[in-house]
């Protein structure tokens, strides 16, 4: 789960590393008030939303004077976002943070991630700071230290000095550093995340370090250990179908095809996507009802499939271990029926009570098509969804 900046600040913030002072803002006269109870005279205003490159994108503007944060908040507020990490459809600004401006004599970057080769936590530093994690590995390799380190999240004294020496950090500001990097690793752990970045981690005129932008992403699986964390959740940043979907515990990714599926086990899901890509179309979604779901559960992931006005066809493929290949069946006819579904299902199904499964089927009078393999399944698939 990502959270926006202003929620990351806040957990940083609980670790003592230092953060300018901000506060958020959902409309003009939210806005006007932080910048009364902040004290600002000039301002630094974000939009907030799950995606990187917000500057670029027009969304982080300089208010000169205190009535420019108004003006500001009014057009940054509703903002649509486009980029290429929000795909063509965009995300909503739908709030703002309004923070104090900080003079920069110089920007770093710190993070941390998990190595899914190596099975640790990788702390992740460079002394070129401000700019994407991805393009100073492009253009200064030299300039990126990569360390793995602890699970307790304890940086050890020699990767302390390694890491200071690294960034060029001495006297105060190799202590000032230090500790941020071993919070930093130490929320890393605590929080259960998968990315926490600090870009940039900036050097004031006066000596001071301080995080100007925070970006942090939870492992889903481990938000029932973090409760505080998870009530963060934003469904406006997702698509109406991944926000349904998470409401019935069900595993949903919108995609930009044009065929809708339906999988039970992430594994045989992304061979179903891979096998329609294979003949040559491409899937609307990725859709796990998981081992065990109910007829409910189907139903609505049913729902959620034929609300994406891209699916121009319907593959489900199901191999019915703990599922039962008739309580499938069960689930996506009764939502067929009250959808009054009009573009054609395939169904490849094997397992536990499969003939009781295709009888249902074939009794249903929808347009409903059983394949005997995913091979078959696919092409037919395809071809349906080409009007053939």
């Not at 799950?50 to 500057?55: F, L, M, N, Q, T």
């Not at 960034?167 to 941020?180: D, H, L, P, Q, S």
């Amino acid at each position: 789960m990502n959270l926006h900046e202003y929620q990351a600040k806040k957990i940083l913030k609980k670790y003592g590393i230092p953060i300018p002072p901000f506060g958020v803002a959902s409309s003009v006269e939210e806005a006007m008030r932080v910048a009364h109870e902040l004290h600002l005279v000039q301002a630094v205003v974000k939009i907030q939303v799950h995606a990187g490159g917000r500057g670029k994108a027009g969304g982080v503007k300089f208010a000169k004077a205190q009535n420019q944060i108004a003006e500001i908040a009014k057009a940054l507020i509703g903002m649509k976002m486009v980029n290429e990490q929000t795909g063509p459809e965009g995300v909503v600004a739908h709030q703002v943070l309004i923070s104090s401006p900080i003079d920069i004599a110089k920007e770093y970057y710190i993070g941390a991630v998990m190595d899914r080769n190596r099975a640790v936590p990788i702390l992740i530093a460079s002394p070129e700071g401000g700019m994407e994690i991805e393009e100073i590995a492009h253009k200064m390799p030299d300039k990126i230290l990569k360390m793995p380190f602890s699970s307790d999240g304890k940086l050890k004294s020699y990767q302390i000095l390694r890491l200071t020496k690294f960034m060029g950090w001495t006297g105060e500001m190799a202590k000032k550093g230090a500790f941020i990097a071993q919070e930093l690793a130490r929320c890393f752990i605590e929080t259960d995340a998968s990315l926490l970045e600090i870009n940039p981690l900036v050097q004031t005129p006066e000596g001071e370090i301080v995080a100007l932008d925070a970006k942090l992403a939870i492992d889903d699986n481990a938000l029932f250990r973090q409760p505080e964390i998870a009530s963060f959740y934003d469904p406006t940043q997702v698509s109406p179908q991944e926000a349904a979907a998470k409401e019935f515990d069900l595993a949903y990714i919108a995609m930009h095809g044009d065929i809708g599926c339906m999988v039970n086990g992430a594994g045989l899901a992304m061979a179903t996507m891979d096998i329609i890509q294979l003949h040559g179309s491409s899937p609307a979604n990725f859709l796990d009802v998981g081992g065990g779901a109910s007829k409910e559960k189907v139903a609505e992931g049913f729902r959620i499939i034929l609300s994406d006005p891209k699916v121009k066809a319907v593959l489900v493929n199901i191999f019915g271990g703990i599922m039962n290949c008739a309580t499938l069946a069960e689930g996506v006819i009764h939502a067929a029926k009250e959808l009054k579904i009009s573009v054609p299902i395939v169904v490849r199904m094997e397992g536990t009570n499969v003939d009781e499964g295709k009888r249902l089927f074939r009794e249903s009078h929808l347009k409903i098509t059983t394949a005997e393999n995913l091979e078959q399944a696919a092409k037919l698939a395809v071809h349906a969804s080409r009007g053939k």
